[in-house]
């Protein structure tokens, strides 16, 4: 079984940056195509990125274009999300997810998706 532990929150300015990490502790994490979501107070989760099993491949919600970027490095069994530009309606806990190991591409369905993380919090000031 894959099991995710996600770092990196904190607090930070409107025009920050943060860079969030998701550590696997599973010798198969190359097979995995992964996601990261977020859930703000009051408010259900929604998808914000995700990367194919070989990081030729990505994907992100309208709201982060070009603020944010998912990348992936198999050999330490690690997925990140890089969060320039912050904005206050960033503010949430945010998620990383696994696909299970025969789906290599990208999704941004929850019930694609097998494992998740216990989130980690991002606050962002104006």
């Known amino acids: 079984q894959v099991q995710l532990v996600e770092s990196g929150g904190g607090l930070v300015q409107a025009g920050g940056s943060l860079r969030l990490s998701c550590a696997a502790s599973?010798?198969?994490?190359?097979?995995?195509?992964m996601g990261w979501f977020r859930q703000a107070p009051g408010k259900e989760r929604e998808f914000v990125a995700a990367?194919?099993?070989?990081?030729?491949?990505?994907y992100y919600v309208d709201s982060v274009k070009g603020r944010f970027t998912i990348s992936r490095d198999n050999a330490k069994n690690t997925v990140y999300l890089q969060m320039n530009s912050l904005k206050p309606e960033d503010t949430a806990v945010y998620y990383c997810?696994?696909?299970?190991?025969?789906?290599?591409?990208?999704?941004?369905?929850?019930?694609?998706?097998?494992?998740w993380g216990q989130g980690t919090q991002v606050t962002v000031s104006s």
């Open positions: 599973a010798r198969t994490f190359a097979n995995n195509a």
């Open positions: 997810a696994a696909r299970g190991a025969i789906y290599g591409s990208t999704s941004r369905r929850e019930d694609e998706y097998n494992y």
């Open positions: 990367i194919s099993r070989s990081g030729g491949s990505t």
